[in-house]
């Protein structure tokens, strides 16, 4: 432990990347974090902005992992709730639509039944009622 | 001054992006050694010479969240 400094070491299969990432985010306004990783092990630097004794780096120390602790968990249940998160928030971004828009959408759907029940191109009409009458007609031609 | 950024904790891209934005304070040059990456710092001004290499690289660490 230096002036305004202390140093101690995380291991990363203990702690994720991302918590620590997130502990040392909630910390840079009150001390300057430095982070360096040799193998497994994550070495930390805290080094206060003001002046602190002894007793206050070491109680800094504490704060830092206890704060670690919390974005562990927190990551954790970030993690396992992923996907039903995803869900409410897609409900409801749908439900937030303009009701038009939702209707618009379902508009082309009518219009295509619509111009089927027309029968443009003539294509619903069967076989023997298009083709049937020629069919009589050919034979008398061949008696 | 020279500050070494272990490529395993601090990304390339916040590492720029922190250079980028702090552009005006001082020069920067980047460089990288086995599994640093290298950040050359020079002209700081001169107010801001006591606390510039911390905040710089507190700002870098910022940029991951």
Not at chain 1, 14 to 43: C, E, N, W
Not at chain 1, 82 to 103: H, M, N, W, Y
Not at chain 2, 8 to 31: E, T, V
């Amino acid at each position: 432990m230096r002036k305004n400094k202390i140093v101690f070491s995380l291991d990363v299969t203990t702690y994720s990347l991302q918590a620590i990432y997130a502990t040392a985010y909630s910390f840079v306004d009150r001390v300057y974090v430095f982070l360096d990783r040799k193998g497994k092990k994550i070495k930390v630097v805290l080094e206060s902005k003001g002046n602190l004794k002894k007793k206050g780096l070491e109680d800094l120390k504490k704060e830092f992992h206890n704060e670690l602790l919390n974005y562990l968990l927190r990551v954790e249940i970030a993690k396992r709730n992923q996907k039903i998160r995803d869900f409410i928030v897609g409900t409801a971004l749908v439900s937030a639509l303009p009701t038009e828009l939702l209707t618009q959408s379902s508009k082309p759907e009518i219009s295509g039944t619509a111009d089927w029940q027309k029968d443009p191109l003539g294509i619903a009409i069967p076989w023997e009622e298009k083709y049937g009458k020629k069919k009589r007609k050919t034979k008398k031609k061949s008696k | 001054m020279i500050i070494n950024f272990n490529k395993k904790i601090y990304s390339l891209k916040s590492i720029k992006k922190a250079i980028k934005d702090y552009s005006q304070l001082a020069n920067f040059k980047i460089g990288q050694k086995k599994n640093y990456f290298l950040v050359k710092i020079t002209k700081i001004k001169p107010e801001l010479k006591d606390i510039f290499q911390d905040e710089f690289s507190n700002y870098v660490l910022s940029l991951h969240q």
